[in-house]
């Protein structure tokens, strides 16, 4: 399965959703999710993020390790997504940034 990662918080560019065969990204207020149960390892996805934040859950880096659960467990919370829609203003600014797992809005 596919993971959206740390550099996705306050980005959110939702290039990714445009993509999927199956309809397997949820939106958050700032980040979105993709069901581990829905993918099916298309690869797709991967290459439009501009944040680079969406990994095969094999290579994940290992300090984004936590997001596989983030992802199972927050798909089930939040609806599906699938138009892309404008982003933030500022997420230019965020991109890149550390430590926004403290700033995930549920
Ligand atoms: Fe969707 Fe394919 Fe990305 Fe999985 S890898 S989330 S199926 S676009
Ligand atoms: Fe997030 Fe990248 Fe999609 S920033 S919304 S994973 S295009």
């Given at each position: 399965?596919?993971?959206?990662?740390?550099?996705?918080?306050?980005?959110k560019?939702?290039?990714?959703?445009?993509?999927?065969?199956?309809?397997?990204?949820?939106?958050?207020?700032?980040?979105?999710v993709?069901?581990?149960?829905?993918?099916?390892?298309?690869?797709?996805?991967?290459?439009?993020?501009?944040?680079?934040?969406?990994?095969?859950?094999?290579?994940?880096?290992?300090?984004?390790?936590?997001?596989?659960?983030?992802?199972?467990?927050?798909?089930?919370?939040?609806?599906?997504?699938?138009?892309?829609?404008?982003?933030?203003?500022?997420?230019?600014?965020?991109?890149?940034?550390?430590?926004?797992?403290?700033?995930?809005?549920?």
């Amino acid at each position: 399965t596919f993971v959206v990662t740390e550099n996705c918080i306050k980005c959110k560019y939702t290039d990714c959703v445009e993509v999927c065969p199956v309809d397997c990204f949820h939106e958050g207020p700032n980040f979105l999710v993709i069901d581990p149960e829905e993918c099916i390892d298309c690869t797709l996805c991967e290459p439009e993020c501009p944040a680079e934040a969406i990994f095969a859950e094999d290579d994940l880096p290992e300090d984004q390790a936590h997001f596989k659960a983030i992802n199972a467990q927050l798909s089930k919370e939040w609806p599906v997504i699938t138009e892309r829609k404008e982003p933030p203003a500022d997420a230019k600014d965020w991109d890149g940034k550390p430590d926004k797992l403290a700033l995930l809005e549920r």
